[in-house]
């Protein structure tokens, strides 16, 4: 995929961490409306701080964030929510105590958003409409997960550890939906998967992190191709496939 | 019959002010997950400003040093001065929060307990410095008070007015919490920092407001009830007792139950009042049962509801205190008590009886480190377990004839006795809540047994002998010079051996148990630690130091009253004790110079003429250093000389810094 689509993400030479250990060390990551994009990579190679760091959640030391050529960077995460960027962090972060509704709509009173868009996309979700969050399921908290960045109509969407404690048909399942909804409203996606074949078969694109650097980067297409080189992010040594 | 249910309605007076106080508290826990034992002296700072507007037409702002009173007009009426204060009771609630417990949203329970009881003194001292201790101020009353019938019994009118404003408040709050997008908004950030962030809602804000307001119900409530209660600012600040047993019998989350539990407890209070004035009513159990009341409850509602209650607050457990890590070497503690000695010798006069003070305050600190520093249950009763040395002491030695040594060490294994009762709560609650439990049973103590006239001897106080020991008279009034050196000698070895055996607490099998206990009690019960045992043990031994604390107090005295037992006096060596350093023997020897009455108070009374203020300034001090520096004074001049000595520990703690959606992927033990 060499023409790619106007970023509506574009992030450069992004550089975060924490007590001056960087992490994440000049990232370039660019997602396009409507496209789905996963960045893959071993435990700290540095994802989640990249996700943190593009929604404000931490302050990036160096590099830029801009959301339809519009600046976000080291604005804080409740200011970066405004502008339009929404984030799924991988522990969710969910109002336990409040129904799935009520969750919904304290989000969306905030961006004038509309609860019914989530139970659409997520009829499962319909029935468990006054039940506690604290008490669902981890796939349905998940969703309601999602549903709460939605209602909240984000122009990009991160979404972190997105199967994190989740049995594979789930996955594959929230997969699905994340793909139909990148393909129906033109939302830009941005997912950190552990589960890499089920990813490659939604995602557009992809990006390898290795040590807090993209080493590799590429279409589905083109990273099925060099699963060597993904086993190598993720086990740290050369597997032949 | 009618008598009964005059009483009952009287009883609404008090009852509207533990449910507005309750109210606020609920409130506050929604919003930000603490216990503010500070409320009640907020409502009354308010009562106090309203009544001298009201009064003089003069506005007291509540500080000192800068000019605090502005002149508004005379002869204010009663909704502008209303108005008035009530904005400034907001400032105050927004300026709690935003420099108190903003700050420590993410701290463990103990530097929010400590944080809103030196909150509370602070409160309670610039009352005192600005208006005065004003017993028996009366402000005029606000709401008509002219009898009204009610089935048949003539009863006053205002109390009715306060039921019915209590109600409509409840309501209001309650249909705020539940109907509105605020409400459901403060809900959600109080649950999750992060989730409101990234939803686009300030948490912060949300908790600023849930203050504001809470802080103007609580001044409201107290302006209102001042005409019947009178103002005081020792009996007022503790209206949080009650009102800290409505909030727990709402379970800290229900507007409804927590509302009717105050004007219960008020009603129940002014019922059992007129009981107590019965013929058949006990002589012994007169004193202190209306204060029991609220003990009863409080106990009541955590063992049955303590299940139900929501861990927040509670849950952050003791943090890693760089401090506890060393223990103290018994050459520190010889330094100390070389220092001690040589003091002895060289003050005089005033000085002197501060020093004594001073040993007295460490052994009682001593008793801090044990329970507090090292196994991590917060006390605010030890002045009620020293008090029980105390008047033991004074029975037994007055009474029978116990003599000196044998004395004290009997009152104070009664003492550990009582200890160990106070600690079976702590085996089902911990943290903030058991810091409630022993604030309540410390006034329950105070005022049934050291109030008590059948018991610690009345108005005359309990009478304790001077001690002597093989031929050696050891009083402390022997000779011209007063205290005598013999008696300052013989309280400096009990502080060594009671140190010394702390420090060993410390380096033994027992302390390596307590500190597991502190840091995780389900990791400790995990690894085969008895954590039943352990916590009543550190009970046992806590309150037998308290205990030989209170004796020592009894023979620096030649009578004892409850004054020098107060639940403040408790309040006071918790505060002093974590700010100096709640971790360490060397922490109990600078609490004691610290410790009001000792030898920095006599010096700032005597040289820099600052007495007056001693007791805002060390409650400051306490603010500042639970916010600031939550390991105090000592581990912080340990620190200092350890990195000017090049030690090793560069860097400070990283896993502090770094948020918790990044610390478990890192590896990095997680706090609070």
Not at chain 2, 374 to 381: C, M
Not at chain 2, 438 to 467: H, R, S
Not at chain 2, 476 to 483: C, K, L, V
Not at chain 2, 494 to 499: E, I, N, Q, R, S
Request: charged share 15%.
């Amino acid at each position: 995929m060499t023409d790619l689509p106007a970023a509506r993400l574009d992030v450069r030479g992004l550089v975060a961490g924490y007590e001056g250990a960087a992490l994440v060390r000049g990232v370039d990551i660019s997602v396009g409306p409507g496209e789905v994009v996963s960045l893959f990579g071993a435990n700290g190679a540095g994802k989640t701080t990249t996700l943190a760091a593009i929604a404000g959640l931490i302050r990036p030391t160096a590099g830029t964030v801009h959301l339809d050529g519009q600046p976000l960077t080291r604005l804080p995460a409740s200011e970066v929510v405004r502008r339009g960027l929404a984030l799924v962090p991988e522990d969710r972060c969910l109002f336990s105590q409040l129904s799935v509704v009520e969750n919904l709509r304290v989000a969306a009173r905030r961006v004038g958003g509309d609860v019914d868009v989530a139970f659409a996309r997520f009829p499962a979700l319909e029935p468990l409409r006054r039940r506690a969050v604290g008490v669902l399921s981890g796939g349905e908290q998940q969703m309601v997960a999602i549903a709460r960045a939605l209602v909240m109509r984000p122009r990009v969407l991160l979404i972190d550890e997105l199967s994190l404690g989740l049995a594979p048909m789930i996955v594959r399942d929230l997969l699905l939906a994340v793909r139909a909804l990148a393909d129906e409203s033109d939302v830009a996606v941005l997912l950190v998967e552990q589960h890499v074949r089920l990813a490659l078969d939604v995602i557009d694109r992809g990006y390898v992190l290795r040590q807090g650097s993209i080493t590799v980067s590429g279409s589905a297409a083109q990273l099925r191709q060099q699963t060597d080189l993904l086993a190598d992010s993720y086990l740290g040594t050369s597997v032949t496939a | 019959m009618t008598q009964y249910f005059v009483f009952l309605v009287l009883g609404i007076g008090a009852g509207t002010i533990y449910a507005g106080l309750a109210l606020g508290l609920v409130v506050q826990f929604k919003a930000s997950g603490v216990l503010n034992l500070s409320h009640g002296a907020v409502a009354m700072i308010a009562a106090y400003q309203y009544d001298e507007l009201r009064k003089t037409g003069n506005l007291v702002l509540p500080w000192i040093g800068l000019p605090h009173t502005v002149h508004i007009a005379d002869g204010l009426a009663i909704v502008p001065a209303m108005a008035i204060v009530l904005t400034l009771t907001a400032g105050l609630g927004l300026a709690i929060h935003q420099l108190v417990f903003h700050p420590l949203r993410h701290a463990p329970a103990l530097a929010k307990v400590v944080a809103s009881v030196g909150l509370m003194l602070v409160l309670q001292a610039l009352v005192i410095a600005q208006f005065g201790v004003g017993y028996g101020r009366q402000p005029g009353g606000l709401l008509p008070a002219q009898p009204v019938h009610v089935f048949g019994t003539a009863v006053p009118r205002d109390r009715l007015f306060l039921a019915a404003i209590t109600v409509g408040m409840a309501v209001i709050v309650w249909g705020l919490f539940r109907f509105s997008w605020f409400g459901l908004a403060t809900r959600a950030a109080a649950e999750s920092d992060r989730g409101a962030q990234l939803i686009g809602l300030r948490p912060k804000r949300y908790a600023a407001a849930c203050w504001a307001a809470s802080s103007v119900l609580a001044g409201l409530f107290g302006i209102l009830i001042a005409p019947i209660t009178s103002l005081d600012p020792v009996k007022f600040t503790l209206f949080i007792v009650p009102a800290l047993a409505a909030a727990l019998i709402g379970r800290l989350t229900l507007v409804s139950l927590a509302t009717i539990g105050g004007l219960a407890l008020g009603m129940t209070q002014s019922e059992l009042l007129f009981l107590t004035t019965k013929k058949w009513f006990p002589e012994w159990a007169r004193s202190g049962a209306v204060d029991l009341v609220p003990f009863v409850a409080i106990v009541l509602a955590l063992f049955i509801a303590g299940r139900r209650l929501p861990v927040r607050g509670a849950a952050a457990g003791a943090e890693p205190m760089r401090s506890l890590r060393t223990a103290d070497r018994p050459r520190t503690t010889f330094v100390w008590l070389g220092a001690g000695l040589g003091a002895l010798l060289v003050l005089q006069g005033a000085y002197r009886l501060a020093l004594v003070q001073t040993f007295i305050g460490v052994i009682l600190l001593l008793s801090l480190v044990v329970l507090v520093g090292y196994v991590g249950q917060i006390s605010l009763a030890q002045a009620a377990f020293a008090g029980t040395g105390g008047f033991l002491l004074s029975r037994l030695a007055d009474g029978h004839g116990v003599p000196f040594p044998l004395a004290p060490l009997l009152a104070a294994a009664c003492a550990a006795v009582v200890g160990c009762v106070v600690g079976i709560p702590a085996l089902r609650v911990r943290g903030v809540q058991l810091a409630v439990v022993t604030l309540a049973g410390a006034i329950a103590v105070e005022q049934v047994v050291f109030k008590n006239p059948t018991i610690a001897g009345g108005e005359l106080g309990a009478k304790v002998p001077d001690a002597s020991f093989l031929g050696l008279d050891l009083g402390a009034r022997t000779g011209d010079a007063q205290p005598s050196i013999a008696f300052g000698v013989t309280c400096l070895v009990v502080v060594g051996l009671l140190a010394l055996m702390v420090g060993n607490i410390r380096r033994s099998s027992l302390g390596r148990r307590m500190l597991a206990v502190r840091s995780n009690e389900r990791a400790a019960a995990a690894i085969g630690i008895d954590v039943v045992k352990v916590k009543v043990g550190a009970f046992a031994i806590s309150s037998f130091i308290a205990g030989v604390g209170g004796a020592m107090t009894g023979y620096s005295q030649s009578s004892l009253s409850a004054q020098s037992f107060t639940v403040y006096v408790g309040i006071s060596l918790l505060a002093t004790a974590y700010l100096a350093g709640i971790t360490s023997v060397s922490g109990a020897f600078v609490g004691g110079i610290l410790i009001n009455g000792g030898l920095l108070a006599t010096f700032a009374g005597e040289k820099l003429s600052l007495g007056k203020y001693y007791l805002l300034i060390s409650g400051v001090a306490v603010l500042v250093t639970a916010v600031l520096n939550p390991e105090g004074i000592t581990a912080a001049v340990t620190a200092r000389v350890q990195s000017l000595g090049g030690s090793k520990r560069r860097g400070k703690a990283v896993a502090s810094r770094v948020p918790p959606l990044i610390a478990d992927r890192l590896g990095v033990p997680q706090q609070g």
